[in-house]
T-cell receptor, first 116, second 110 residues
Framework: NAGVMQNPRHLVRRRGQEARLRCSPM?????VYWYRQLPEEGLKFMVY????????ESGMPKERFSAEFPKEGPSILRIQQVVRGDSAAYFC??????????????FGQGTRLTVV | SQQGEEDPQALSIQEGENATMNCSYK?????LQWYRQNSGRGLVHLIL?????REKHSGRLRVTLDTSKKSSSLLITASRAADTASYFC??????????FGDGTTLTVKP
């Protein structure tokens, strides 16, 4: 059972380009969470998705950022018209969360986005 | 201040000494997890402690949880140079998402 897989591991984009980050959750997990980590800081929650639904996007910037988790395929975090401030490590986690039960989220290795 | 704050921000010790890091949080939680991150690398899950547990051990790691004080501690005994890393606590609430602190940077000098 492979862990959470993120790709690419490293991504370089020029200002104004689009960045697409992919996350394949662990087998059987239907809940995906995206986090952003700026240099020297902890991870900050961005968005929580279930299959085909956005459950909580309270941490997502209002513009240029979007996320999806289609019925088939990986979850995608999309950043349009990237700026230098978007440079960060983006982590994805997945879980099999069931309301009222204790769960553990498993993290991928992250995608390091550098905007030049 | 945010949910899941680590203290101290930085800690420097000699190899063989014990390292203690603390984490405080604000709201009720389902569980609390400690992670380790080497510079520029991904997260390594260390220990999960549930809200109804008070202490857990894993090798040289000992984690305590005091829900009345909304705090947790991570103790690394007999530290090694390879323990040098950043350590984060993350609290998980009923919403399923985790809230991380900014971490404690541990340096273990050989």
């Amino acid at each position: 059972n492979a862990g959470v897989m993120q790709n690419p591991r490293h991504l370089v984009r020029r200002r104004g380009q689009e960045a697409r980050l992919r996350c394949s959750p662990m087998k059987g997990h239907s809940h995906v969470y995206w986090y952003r980590q700026l240099p020297e800081e902890g991870l900050k929650f961005m968005v929580y998705l279930q299959k085909e639904n956005i459950i909580d996007e309270s941490g997502m910037p209002k513009e240029r950022f979007s996320a999806e988790f289609p019925k088939e395929g990986p979850s995608i975090l999309r950043i349009q018209q990237v700026v230098r401030g978007d440079s960060a490590a983006y982590f994805c986690a997945s879980s099999d969360f069931l309301p009222g039960e204790y769960t553990e989220a498993f993290f991928g290795q992250g995608t390091r986005l550098t905007v030049v | 201040s945010q949910q899941g704050e680590e203290d101290p921000q930085a800690l420097s010790i000699q190899e063989g000494e014990n390292a203690t890091m603390n984490c405080s949080y604000k709201t009720s939680i389902n569980n609390l997890q400690w992670y380790r991150q080497n510079s520029g690398r991904g997260l390594v899950h260390l220990i999960l402690i549930r809200s109804n547990e008070r202490e857990k051990h894993s090798g040289r790691l000992r984690v305590t949880l005091d829900t009345s004080k909304k705090s947790s501690s991570l103790l690394i005994t007999a530290s090694r140079a390879a323990d040098t890393a950043s350590y984060f606590c993350a609290t998980e609430t009923n919403a399923g998402k985790s809230t991380f602190g900014d971490g404690t940077t541990l340096t273990v000098k050989p």
